[in-house]
């Protein structure tokens, strides 16, 4: 008895020979089965790649022809790619998986699937559609071929013309720009909504992530505006989108949210994550935390480019722009713009955190203590406190993340004007970590006003403050203003438990000065400061003590540049009478005016 079994692509051939007997007589007969069945496999071979070029990008397209379980990887070359042979030694620029095409962040937003638009108002990509971007990296001419891999097992095989282009792109190096998508009227505003293609590849150097590219929504309210107006960056709060309250502006300004969101639905912290993070697979209790690698900061640098485009497309002011965020959003609005300083004139940065690395918050339910949710993510982002992870910014994971320390490193830095506020109850981003960050905040003259009370993170109880006490907008990225520091008049936050120390409070939140009144010059400094009165969100009045002392350090100078060796005098009036003076050897770094009396007139 013989078995032959013969394979066809897509179809399957059994043959099978028998040898029959009869009672009656012996015969010998053949007999032959033909089994006929339609194979389940797909080709693994993508058809129909197509390449368009756009400010520094590339966008290539295909037909992924495959089940949902596969990823695609993209390879650049400056030759034609003609053969699997030649992958090897070709420019790896990452992979996606079977929904690459899918819009994660409007969809998200939306509650329905929504698939990506490459081309302005165009026509969003089809389900059956494959989506790459690549951003160039320098001036030539470049060809591309996309593989597929099916259970870590990856097709090699290339087919000119079909999952190779057989025209080279002609790139040049350019900075990218958001696609716009459309515009939808959101309770009567026209919104302008585009996307933002973040490459994980760093330029000449390694990806980021395996994953090789990230889309991002963006949304903006131009408020009519047609002359440079002032810019608020807003970043989220968790649970809502890029599009929550766009349509929602103060005064002139221009509005732009941002999303941080991830395809599997998780976000990047508004800063980044390890690179063999998986951006498509939600993380699991049972995942380990990375021990080694490197973590990038993808987002921060994407929202650091998206900003740079706004500046250059939109009406705003540069010395205008202003970051706004609560609760995860205020992750966002505290670290950027203490990473990039030079770009922002005031942030408010409500009820966040301020040293992701802090462990022991006294609240054992507070979610950054070990075990509890944020914790756990965070650990599955970037790996733990304990291994604290070498950044691609040159610093452990843990210092660059922690504000004391990014002012204490940095402390002659010139930072916007930060307004923070913050609940001694808040279990979800705790209350201990604040006070060393009051005290860090003195010892390194960081200019701006830092409230807090006993409120629980939504502030449904124990709320005294609302915004009343700050004015976002009065603040100019180019005029200098007075940080106060070491306040007599301040409240105790307490030790860092939440029953300690005063209820509600500030640090420099009585202290003012009047914009109109600096003189800014390259011979002097001059500004008239006082104490005032604070509101509480119920309406009633905190009157200012008639007088306190505070040092005074001037910040962000435009024209008053001493330099080593010279020697600085300084002399307080009151009512036109000289109350004090003295002389500060200055050997450059920060000019701090110690104890000075401030006078509620």
Known sequence: MLFYQLLLPGFIFFVRQLWCSSILKRVSCTVIFIILALSVTYSTTVTGLTASFKFGQVFLT?????????????????????SGTQLSSCEYLGYVNDSSSVDHNISKADKILRYIVIDSAGVPLQSSKGLFVATTEDNGTYYYAVTVSISNVEDKTIIAGSNSLQT????????????????????????????WFQSMKVPHGPLMNKIGFLAYGISVNRNNATLLKPLRYRFHPGGQTFL???DNTNSDEVLINVEDYLPHDKDAGWWGTNGNYNFYKPPLDSDIPPATGINYNFSDDRLLKTLNWILSKFPVDSNRVYIDGSSFGAVGAFFFPLHHPEKIAAAKVSVGIFNLGFLNDYNPKCTFNPGEKNRVDGDLRLGTVASNLPTNVGFPTYSVLNGSWWFHQFNTTDFPVFYTISGKQDELMGWTEKVAFYDSVNANRIGGYFFWDNRDHGGTIGKTWDDSNFSLYRYRKNRSFPAFSYCSVNENPG???GTDGALF??????????DNSIIDESSQWNIKIFTRNLKKYTGEIILAPDSCSADVTPRRLQQFQPQAGNTLSWKLYHKNQLV???????????????????YKD
């Open 244 to 246: 929550s309250n766009i």
């Open 580 to 598: 004090q003076s003295g002389t500060i050897p200055y050997s450059e770094g920060l000019i701090v005016i110690p104890q000075v009396k401030i």
């Open 495 to 497: 030790n860092g438990n």
């Open 505 to 514: 409070g500030s640090i420099n939140g009585c202290l003012d000065w009047n």
């Open 62 to 82: 295909w037909n992924k022809n495959t089940s949902g379980s596969a990823f695609f990887l993209v390879y650049r070359s400056t030759s034609p790619i003609t």
């Open 168 to 195: 080279a792109i002609i790139e040049t190096v350019h900075a990218p720009r958001a696609v716009f998508r459309e515009i939808r009227i959101i309770n009567g505003k026209s919104i302008e909504i585009y996307t």
